[in-house]
């Protein structure tokens, strides 16, 4: 009589294979929950980045000087030049050009105070740099510009 060969997996085999595959997920689980706990920071890193050069773009396009009859005021919608801003910041979150807090800006402020500096390049062009700083959920971006009197 032929004898019939049996194939399959012994008990240790399978216990052994059982622990391999547990210990795999058990690492890939892990990278996954820290890919999904830090999936918000480039979100919060872009609506930082959003809001300081939406500023900084407000506050390059307005005079170099103050105009004759201009305003020298606290009141950022009656700001005309870019050294009204010096010193402009907020506490209480991001707030429109009417000084309307924005739904959902809250954790975000101007801080420390845009400050605006004047210098004189190379070719002796006066230049103002102007530098915002917007802190949020995500730390403190910093940004800069230059406003030229041409």
């Not at 012994?10 to 997920?25: H, Y």
């Not at 420390?112 to 004189?120: D, E, K, L």
């Amino acid at each position: 009589m032929k004898q019939v060969m049996q194939r399959g997996f012994t008990l240790i085999e399978l216990i052994i294979f059982i622990v391999v595959v547990g210990a795999g997920m058990a690492g890939i689980m892990s990278v996954m929950t820290t890919t999904v706990k830090s999936s918000a920071d480039p979100m919060l890193r872009k609506q930082t980045i959003a809001i300081a050069e939406s500023l900084l773009n407000e506050i390059l396009l307005k005079e170099y000087a103050n105009p004759p009859d201009g305003y020298s005021g606290a009141d950022r919608a009656q700001f005309d030049d870019v050294d009204d801003y010096n010193g402009y910041v907020t506490a209480s979150g991001i707030v429109d050009i009417r000084g309307t807090a924005t739904p959902g800006l809250t954790s975000y402020n101007i801080s420390p105070a845009v400050v605006v500096a004047t210098s004189t390049d190379l070719t002796g062009v006066s230049a103002k740099m102007v530098t915002v700083s917007v802190t949020g959920p995500g730390g403190t971006l910093t940004l800069s510009g230059y406003r030229a009197n041409y």
